[in-house]
């Protein structure tokens, strides 16, 4: 699948969307998130363990996630948050959103006819639902013979994706 190009944001921008602080140059330009040891220019990452403080101190990285007692351990321009493995997570979310499936059924999947899955709703090649009177859980997880499968949610919205 091809996703387009992820969007740029400043430091502070994310600062903002995220509720952390930012400390250095807010104007730092990021558009992905990465490793320590992964980061490059217009990258973010975190650092939430010391045992990690060699591979923060290499990291390429333009600016990282960092909690209040560890920001003086770098230079970089931070985000300062209480956990910064949280804010890491919601970061990733805004710079690469999951692409939603187009609606419909694929033709393998299979669907018992009692489900009661929305028209709105995705699923997946080789897909399994479960009968109207079995609950789906947004993390449920389902198996057919051989075809391990997941759930995935769209609001209220529950079906089962391979």
């Given at each position: 699948?091809?996703?387009?190009?992820?969007?740029?944001y400043?430091?502070?921008?994310?600062?903002?969307?995220?509720?952390?602080?930012v400390?250095?140059?807010?104007a730092?330009?990021?558009?992905?998130?990465?490793?320590?040891?992964?980061?490059?220019?217009?990258?973010?990452?975190?650092?939430n363990?010391?045992?990690?403080?060699?591979?923060?101190?290499?990291?390429?990285?333009?600016?990282?996630?960092?909690?209040?007692?560890?920001?003086?351990?770098?230079?970089?321009?931070?985000?300062v948050?209480?956990?910064?493995?949280?804010?890491?997570?919601?970061?990733?979310?805004?710079l690469?959103?999951?692409?939603?499936?187009?609606?419909?059924?694929?033709?393998?999947?299979?669907?018992?006819?009692?489900?009661?899955?929305?028209?709105e709703?995705?699923?997946?090649p080789?897909?399994?639902?479960?009968?109207?009177?079995?609950?789906?859980?947004?993390?449920?997880?389902?198996?057919?013979?051989?075809?391990?499968c997941?759930?995935?949610?769209?609001?209220?919205?529950?079906?089962?994706?391979?």
């Amino acid at each position: 699948m091809n996703r387009p190009p992820a969007p740029t944001y400043t430091l502070a921008d994310l600062a903002q969307r995220t509720g952390t602080r930012v400390e250095g140059d807010g104007a730092t330009l990021i558009e992905r998130v990465a490793a320590l040891e992964g980061g490059g220019p217009r990258t973010i990452s975190f650092f939430n363990q010391r045992r990690y403080r060699s591979q923060l101190d290499a990291t390429r990285a333009a600016a990282i996630v960092i909690a209040p007692r560890d920001a003086g351990a770098t230079a970089l321009p931070k985000l300062v948050a209480d956990n910064p493995y949280a804010t890491f997570a919601k970061i990733a979310a805004i710079l690469h959103p999951d692409a939603r499936p187009a609606a419909g059924r694929d033709p393998t999947a299979r669907i018992d006819p009692t489900a009661n899955v929305q028209a709105e709703s995705a699923t997946k090649p080789s897909s399994v639902t479960p009968t109207s009177t079995e609950r789906m859980s947004p993390s449920a997880s389902l198996e057919a013979p051989g075809i391990p499968c997941t759930t995935m949610a769209f609001g209220e919205r529950h079906v089962a994706a391979g």
